[in-house]
């Protein structure tokens, strides 16, 4: 029965006979299943008894059926009943009464029906009594083991195995006179029934009779059940502010509804704006416990009180913030730059960095620029050259050229056959000087480079004297070192321009320095402003030039390490061809990138007898703005020299021309000096002490010059009326520096 069902039941009818009716239910329920199991266990038990056929159980089973079944037809039927008078409405007081009674016989008959259910599960209790105390003395007593069990005259004899015999006085009924064998201890008996519920209470104290219409119930006192009926006002409810009558219902919506409304809480002040010049103490906007703003001071020789000392001190000071404002503005580059290992991948049009380093820009760390860091891909479009660096917000890969206060990273000429990328990962330094390095010095060869030697031989037409190798070269880009591998095979990356626009064509892996057919070099013409290739004429001599690239390390750049450009002149006469110089070279395309490669080494050829030679080599030293030739191999006797060429053209003493540029001078002041000015020299003075240094006139005056204090102050002052950045001298403190540098008017410190 669900709830509802026995709510109403409550209601309706005696709620003693209704608690016993459903206790007794689930009682005779539990009995049932306890006499069904135990009435099966002992057929088992029987069953194992030889020559016994225990044709009472069967009875037994059929009556425990039946109980089960008659019990299940009760319960429909108080169930049936249950639902009929849910269903009711209950509209008269006789209606409650017809129904009421009707409830109370439907518990009366239950009350029968468990009365004979009672005495029926007594009858089987019976039975499974008898047959358990026929089962349970087969184990055997007072020592003795059972030989066997025989039923005779419906006796029960059990035989032991002394040669005893005891009559157990058990009637068994349906057994034959037949042998029984020991049989196995049955299970242990159930628990009894639970005791009747006893009686009723009395009834407690229910709503007082009585009551007119329009009265309501409501509690007399605070007692339970304790009610009486009272008279309300006309309108149900009297109006008033007391625990006795009720408020006025509007009012009472408009402070609910403002109680759940967002509001300051009622301790709450007014936002105001505070008024520093507010004087009432009372207002808003007056400001508590001010403190007193000190007299601003723009000029520290108003303080009379400090001394001169210290005047002297705060000029230095100011002197030297000025100072490291300027030297430490705006950094750029790598730490370690020449350890980084840059690859590029033309798939995929991307950059990698490899290895332990950091990049700045103006100063500021790039935190994103890592070991294994990648590069967005470049622009698709071919034939164009891109740009890779970071400019202060973001990488920036496009055509634009940068400029010097960009972290440069690489470039890259994305050709449709060829595509080439070049290392730019500069040192870390004041992008300003990095400017100047570029105009002034560019890149430059420091050593190998040359023709490897033994790998050619002149004046030979043999072609495998005519195709040489080239030794291991380490080129400068400014300050940026690279180590270009050595050519270790006979193949060979060609250049010449194609066409009215200058094309540069690539000839990847091929046989000669230059282009050849059969046994007769060509000759890059420009013939009225078109390149073309030009077979040269017997007795023609002519020029290839090889330059050395920084390339970056993947396998299709490295391909363009070492190009060797094809003759652009042809000339019967030695001397002219001798007289060319890299400036000579017209380098179409790769003009965006001619501060980024260096000719290393001219190698002169000739046409001779319908075969070409090689006549003599050069090998090219200087920065690009000023390459000069040395003549490599033992083919020179006699050679007019002078100061700025050594030896005299032999294997035992070839060649060189005596290193030109900027020198260095290097110096420790610690007096009062003047520093030097001759051409072409950096000045590196370390000062020591309380010393001024003076600098030579601005005026045409093309060094630098490195100033470091070492202890105490250094003031570097300027020659006559020239100034410093717009100040006659500058104050250097222990351990700092400066650098200067004349814009032909004054000195500028980078």
């Not at 004899?157 to 009924?173: M, S």
């Not at 890592?370 to 973001?394: E, M, Q």
């Not at 992008?431 to 040359?450: Q, V």
Request: glycine share 8%; charged share 20%.
């Amino acid at each position: 029965m669900d709830k509802d069902k026995l709510q109403l039941i409550k209601l309706l009818a005696d709620k003693t006979k209704l608690d016993k009716f459903i206790a007794e239910d689930e009682k005779i329920r539990q009995y049932l299943i306890t006499i069904s199991k135990n009435t099966k266990d002992l057929v088992d038990r029987l069953g194992k008894l030889e020559g016994v056929t225990p044709k009472m159980f069967d009875k037994t089973n059929s009556s425990v059926s039946a109980l089960e079944n008659k019990l299940t037809n009760i319960a429909n039927e108080i169930s049936a009943n249950v639902s009929k008078l849910s269903s009711s409405t209950l509209n008269t007081s006789l209606e409650v009464k017809t129904i009421n009674g009707q409830t109370k016989k439907m518990i009366s008959d239950f009350d029968k029906s468990v009365k004979s259910l009672a005495n029926e599960l007594t009858v089987i209790q019976k039975v499974v009594d008898d047959y358990s105390s026929l089962v349970m003395p087969l184990d055997g007593k007072n020592g003795r083991g059972i030989d066997r069990v025989e039923v005779n005259k419906k006796h029960l004899i059990v035989f032991y195995d002394d040669g005893t015999q005891d009559d157990l006085g058990v009637i068994v009924p349906d057994v034959e006179n037949n042998p029984i064998r020991r049989g196995t201890q049955g299970l242990a008996g159930k628990g009894g029934l639970d005791g009747a519920k006893g009686d009723d209470g009395a009834a407690g104290v229910g709503v007082v009779i009585g009551g007119t219409t329009g009265q309501v119930l409501a509690k007399k006192t605070n007692a339970n059940y304790d009610t009486e009926w009272i008279t309300t006002s006309a309108t149900g409810l009297e109006l008033g502010e007391l625990s006795t009558n009720a408020y006025y219902g509007d009012k009472g919506k408009t402070a609910y509804d403002h109680s759940q409304t967002a509001h300051a809480p009622s301790d709450a002040e007014k936002n105001v704006q505070a008024d520093w010049n507010q004087a009432t103490n009372t207002a808003d906007d007056y400001i508590k416990n001010k403190p007193t703003i000190p007299t601003v001071i723009t000029d520290h020789t108003a303080l009379s009180n400090i001394g001169t000392t210290t005047h002297s001190n705060i000029d230095l000071a100011i002197a030297k913030f000025n100072n490291d404002v300027t030297l430490k503005k705006e950094p750029t580059g790598f730490t370690d730059n020449s350890a980084i290992t840059v690859t590029y991948n033309p798939t995929g049009r991307t950059i990698t960095l490899t290895g332990t380093f950091e990049g700045y820009y103006r100063g500021v760390k790039v935190t994103a620029l890592t070991n294994g860091w990648v590069s967005d891909p470049h622009p698709i479009t071919l034939d164009k050259t891109y740009f890779l660096r970071y400019n202060g917000s973001a990488f920036v890969f496009d055509e634009n050229v940068w400029t010097f206060d960009n972290l440069m990273i690489a470039v890259v000429q994305y050709g449709t056959l060829n595509k080439i990328a070049i290392k730019e990962t500069h040192g870390f330094m004041p992008w300003e000087s990095h400017f100047n390095a570029h105009y002034t010095i560019g890149t430059y060869k420091t050593a190998g480079g040359t023709l490897t030697t033994g790998s050619w031989s002149a004046s030979s037409t043999t072609a495998a004297n005519r195709r040489p190798l080239v030794d291991q070269t380490t080129i400068y880009d400014e300050d940026l070192m690279h180590e270009i591998n050595a050519l270790t095979t006979e193949t060979y990356t060609q250049k010449y321009l194609v066409g009215s626009g200058a094309v540069r064509t690539f000839v990847l892996g091929a046989g000669d320095i230059l282009p050849v057919t059969g046994a007769t070099p060509y000759w890059n013409q420009n013939n009225g402003g078109t390149w073309q290739q030009t077979p040269m004429a017997n007795n023609d001599y002519a020029a290839v030039w090889l330059t050395a690239i920084p390339v970056t390390n993947d396998a299709g750049s490295q391909s363009y390490r070492y190009i060797w450009t094809q003759p652009q002149s042809v000339s019967t006469t030695l001397a002219t061809i001798r007289a060319l110089t890299p400036s000579d070279i017209n380098i179409g395309e790769s003009s965006s990138l001619v501060s980024e490669f260096v000719f290393t080494v001219k190698v002169i050829i000739r046409m001779v007898s319908n075969n070409w030679t090689i006549t003599e080599v050069q090998n090219l030293t200087g920065n690009r703005f000023n390459q000069t030739g040395s003549p490599q191999g033992s083919y020179l006797s006699i050679v007019a020299t002078d100061a700025t060429i050594t030896g005299d053209g032999t294997s035992a003493t070839p060649l060189s021309v005596v290193p030109f540029g900027i020198s260095r001078s290097v110096s420790t002041i610690s007096t009062n000096s003047n520093l030097g000015n001759t051409a072409k020299t950096d000045y590196v003075s370390f000062v020591t002490g309380t010393t001024t240094v003076t600098l030579p006139t601005a005026v045409g005056n093309t060094n630098r010059y490195t100033i470091k204090s070492i202890t105490g102050t250094t003031i570097v002052a300027c020659n006559g009326a020239e100034t410093i950045d717009g100040s006659a001298t500058i104050g250097i403190q222990n351990e700092d520096s400066v650098d200067l540098i004349s814009n032909n008017t004054e000195w500028k410190v980078i």
